[in-house]
């Protein structure tokens, strides 16, 4: 089946660095990717709508500057977490959906990463 | 949005079923009902999905009211490996993304 592998799946890094998690499409291609955020014990909340070519769409109250994507192919999204701080520590999961095929889109199921655990120190 | 209502947590003994159920009054015709489920550390994982007519899948089954206001996911004999947090979302012709909800936290006693 259709998968998704995210890159790294763990990362350390020191507060004021930025860090790069890689999203790709491994045997289909998708013009949009989906870029969640997950706090402990919590669910999971969408941070925005990577589009290939073109911006990405953030949700409300997520900051762009500070999380920059960039979808760059049919096959790969980054997230750039910028300036780090603790309190971005979090699990960024992405997803993407297989567009192929003459069924329509939106009702085609989204292939998950496993996530990357971000965690600032 | 269309938004479903979870309950928070249920149990299940092994090897017994478990139906969980949804919520999502303000559906609308063209919304397709999704599950997912996920693991400790790990990315949700699909389940199921369906529109209408009740679904069987090698994972689940997934029954939808009449009125389509309310779904259950059927897990017909549940493992301990089937301990994670199911959701149920809606899809949307008018977007495509997913938003997540609480979820049921599924707990399965030995």
């Known amino acids: 089946g259709a998968v998704v592998s995210q890159h790294p799946s763990r990362v350390i890094c020191k507060s004021g660095t930025s860090v790069k998690i890689e999203c790709r499409s491994l045997d289909f291609q998708a013009t949009t990717m989906f870029w969640y955020r997950q706090f402990p014990k919590q669910s999971l909340m969408l941070m925005a709508t990577?589009?290939?070519?073109?911006?990405?769409?953030?949700e409300q109250g997520v900051e762009k500057d500070k999380f920059l994507i960039n979808h760059a192919s049919l096959t790969l999204s980054t997230l750039t977490v910028t300036s780090a701080h603790p309190e971005d520590s979090s699990f960024y999961i992405c997803?993407?959906?297989?567009?192929?095929?003459?069924?329509?889109?939106?009702?085609?199921?989204?292939?998950f990463g496993n996530g990357t655990r971000l965690t600032v120190t | 949005d269309a938004k479903t209502t979870q309950p928070n947590s249920m149990e299940s003994n092994e090897e017994e079923p478990v139906h969980l159920p949804c919520n999502h009054s303000t559906i609308s015709g063209t919304d397709y009902i999704h599950w997912y489920r996920q693991l400790p550390s790990q990315g949700p994982e699909y389940v199921i999905h369906?529109?209408?007519s009740n679904v069987n899948n090698r994972m689940a089954s997934l029954a939808i009211a009449e009125d389509r206001k309310s779904s259950t996911l059927i897990l017909h004999r549940a493992t301990l490996r089937d301990a994670a947090v199911y959701y149920c979302?809606?899809?949307?012709?008018?977007?495509?993304?997913?938003?997540f909800g609480t979820g049921t936290r599924l707990k399965v006693l030995a």
């Open positions: 990577s589009n290939e070519g073109s911006k990405a769409t953030y």
């Open positions: 979302i809606l899809s949307s012709s008018g977007t495509y993304k997913y938003i």
């Open positions: 369906g529109l209408t």
């Open positions: 997803s993407a959906r297989d567009e192929g095929g003459t069924r329509s889109s939106y009702n085609s199921p989204l292939h």
